[in-house]
């Protein structure tokens, strides 16, 4: 009780907030996402993600290289594939010398410890722009996952360490670890993302990679059949156990900032290790703030990547790992 007990004691300088200091951010905990096209010497820079780039396989093997000396060690890959050689199901994810293929050999080549994480879902390759196969109006959900589990053999078999299924499918996690068994892929593992909300902070991302749901009839414009309802948080406890339950190693939640809550609530729940997607529409805000000269940038970034890790992240999937890592020096 006051005056014996004065907390601003442990704040008076530098050195002793130092001592007391309970989260701290690492290049260890980072998870780059890294976005890559068709083509020769492209690096092309997302328009809503300023600093970020679209990168052809001979610039990934330079950004591979330049990552693994600033000690981050963990990839997750997305492809923006060409509109013709998209369609309904997704079939050219299943082609052994697709764009995600070549890129998962690009990256263990660059640096063969690198860990490779590679995105599982239909969406760049759907000419619908969903992450399953569409029909009457409806995302079809056991026809999806079958295409995700040969979809996830096919990253394995091209060498990723970790597939990361994004699309919300149900039952995904058990057909995909059940696919990678039956081929023989004992060790490849599973980051699901198990509570993926259906969320407006998507939208560069669907920029970068040209993958919003198309404006036709007969094709929902959103994904909220399959992604969660933001206002829900039941679910997300639920999702996550049946993720585990199914096989998976790793679970997720996404966004990040806003949802912290379920972050430490899953923390509580849970004893994988949990991964946080910080994701496109969250970086847009830091830098066109920045841009403006509203926010401090450094400092509000590492304001929001250590509330994430405060809030029981072991992972971080985040587009400022770069700018963070160079920060801490
Ligand atoms: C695709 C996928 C999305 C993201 C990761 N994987 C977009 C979506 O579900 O529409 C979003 C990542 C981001 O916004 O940074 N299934």
Same mark, same amino acid.
């Given at each position: 009780?006051?005056?014996?007990?004065?907390?601003?004691?442990?704040?008076?300088?530098?050195?002793?907030?130092?001592?007391?200091?309970?989260?701290?951010?690492?290049?260890?905990?980072?998870?780059?996402?890294?976005?890559?096209?068709?083509? *020769?010497?492209? *690096?092309?820079?997302?328009?809503?993600?300023?600093?970020?780039?679209?990168?052809?396989?001979?610039?990934?093997?330079?950004?591979?290289?330049?990552?693994?000396?600033?000690?981050?060690?963990?990839?997750?890959?997305?492809?923006?594939?060409?509109?013709?050689?998209? /369609?309904?199901?997704?079939?050219?994810?299943?082609?052994?010398?697709?764009?995600?293929?070549?890129?998962?050999?690009?990256? *263990?080549?660059?640096?063969?410890?690198?860990?490779?994480?590679?995105?599982?879902?239909?969406?760049?390759?759907?000419?619908?722009?969903?992450?399953?196969?569409?029909?009457?109006?409806?995302?079809?959900?056991?026809?999806?996952?079958?295409?995700?589990?040969?979809?996830?053999?096919?990253?394995?078999?091209?060498?990723?360490?970790?597939?990361?299924?994004?699309?919300?499918?149900?039952?995904?996690?058990?057909?995909?670890?059940?696919?990678?068994? /039956?081929?023989?892929?004992?060790?490849?593992?599973?980051?699901?993302?198990?509570?993926?909300?259906?969320?407006?902070?998507?939208?560069?991302?669907?920029?970068?990679?040209?993958?919003?749901?198309?404006?036709?009839?007969?094709?929902?414009?959103?994904?909220?059949?399959?992604?969660?309802?933001?206002?829900?948080?039941?679910?997300?406890?639920?999702?996550?156990?049946? /993720?585990?339950?199914?096989?998976?190693?790793?679970?997720?939640?996404?966004?990040?900032?806003?949802?912290?809550?379920?972050?430490?609530?899953?923390?509580?729940?849970?004893?994988?290790?949990?991964?946080?997607?910080?994701?496109?529409?969250?970086?847009?805000?830091?830098?066109?703030?920045?841009?403006?000269?509203?926010?401090?940038?450094?400092?509000?970034?590492?304001?929001?990547?250590?509330?994430?890790?405060?809030?029981?992240?072991?992972?971080?999937?985040?587009?400022?790992?770069?700018?963070?890592?160079?920060?801490?020096?």
């Amino acid at each position: 009780m006051y005056p014996l007990i004065r907390p601003r004691r442990l704040r008076s300088n530098e050195a002793i907030r130092t001592l007391v200091r309970e989260t701290i951010i690492s290049p260890s905990d980072f998870l780059v996402p890294l976005f890559v096209v068709e083509g *020769k010497g492209i *690096k092309e820079e997302i328009p809503s993600m300023p600093n970020y780039y679209r990168l052809s396989l001979d610039n990934l093997t330079k950004e591979v290289k330049e990552l693994w000396n600033m000690g981050l060690r963990s990839v997750l890959l997305f492809v923006k594939v060409p509109d013709n050689l998209k /369609d309904n199901k997704g079939s050219e994810a299943l082609n052994e010398n697709g764009l995600m293929q070549l890129a998962i050999k690009t990256v *263990k080549n660059a640096c063969p410890e690198m860990l490779v994480m590679t995105d599982v879902a239909l969406d760049p390759y759907s000419s619908y722009g969903h992450d399953g196969i569409v029909a009457d109006g409806e995302i079809l959900n056991d026809e999806s996952v079958e295409v995700l589990a040969e979809m996830s053999v096919s990253h394995a078999n091209a060498g990723a360490d970790f597939v990361a299924p994004s699309d919300m499918m149900d039952g995904r996690i058990l057909s995909i670890r059940e696919a990678l068994e /039956d081929e023989g892929y004992l060790n490849t593992g599973i980051m699901a993302y198990s509570a993926k909300y259906a969320s407006a902070f998507y939208g560069p991302f669907r920029d970068a990679l040209d993958s919003a749901p198309v404006d036709i009839k007969n094709v929902p414009k959103d994904k909220n059949t399959y992604q969660m309802d933001f206002a829900n948080r039941f679910e997300a406890i639920r999702e996550t156990q049946m /993720d585990i339950d199914e096989g998976a190693d790793i679970v997720m939640v996404k966004p990040g900032l806003c949802y912290l809550d379920i972050v430490r609530e899953i923390k509580n729940e849970v004893d994988v290790p949990v991964a946080v997607y910080q994701v496109s529409g969250e970086y847009a805000m830091v830098k066109a703030a920045a841009e403006k000269g509203w926010l401090d940038h450094d400092a509000v970034m590492m304001e929001q990547l250590t509330a994430i890790k405060r809030a029981g992240a072991n992972i971080i999937a985040s587009y400022f790992a770069k700018d963070a890592v160079k920060l801490l020096g």
